[in-house]
């Protein structure tokens, strides 16, 4: 069964008329008309380095796909090292990801509710200590696969780019990607480290979003506000 919402989320503070909702209308429209590859169905997102707010550009696009697309969506919370997306929704981190692939349960056993219509969500679920080798394995497309058949759009946000290899395996299994950077903040060479990373598959590489918005949430929902590490289990 999935979980409720129980707590404030990143959701009520999404406001669908604002100029930052209307760019997320255009990123999605924008992967309509990206030839390379085919159609665009599992996106994973991520980042050349840490605090360059993926896990929000995911959430955001997640829930304008859901809200403004109206497309049933799923939003997966891979990266097992630093999970945010339980913070970002309130909801649990237990049984996620990590079980799924340790224990071989079902994907759709540990669906959770968003708390928004047409948007569910996988946490991390708890902490793993080799998540590359673990990531690497068959089930990942598996899940991919096995969520195609129930959701139009798959959101998945990854670790980043440059400290692990988990992005690239990841989007072996994927359609495309979208890489997150930080303006004024991350360090030119780092940024062209990761796009050399990702041209490396062109086919999959959809493009970039800058990110340099106001803080208009919480402190607790800045990118910023988290380290790379695993938090405990909620």
Known sequence: MKEQQKKSSIIDYYNLESPEATEFRRLLHNFNGIPAGGEKRAILV???VLSEGKSVIASLLAITAARHKRQKTLLIDFDLRRPTLHRLFS???KKGISNVLTEG????SIIKSSGEDRLDIITAGPAMDNPSEVISGPAVHRIVEEMKFYYEL?????PPLVPV???MVLLDELD???MVIKAGATQKAVVSRARDLLT???DKFMGVVVNNLNRSLPYYYDYGYYGYHHKAAD
């Open 176 to 178: 495309g990607a979208i």
């Open 46 to 48: 991520t980042s050349a």
């Open 165 to 167: 290899m988990d992005p």
């Open 91 to 93: 909801v649990s981190l």
């Open 154 to 158: 798959i959101v998945v946000d990854s």
């Open 200 to 202: 490396t598959r062109k």
């Open 105 to 108: 349960i079902a994907a759709r």
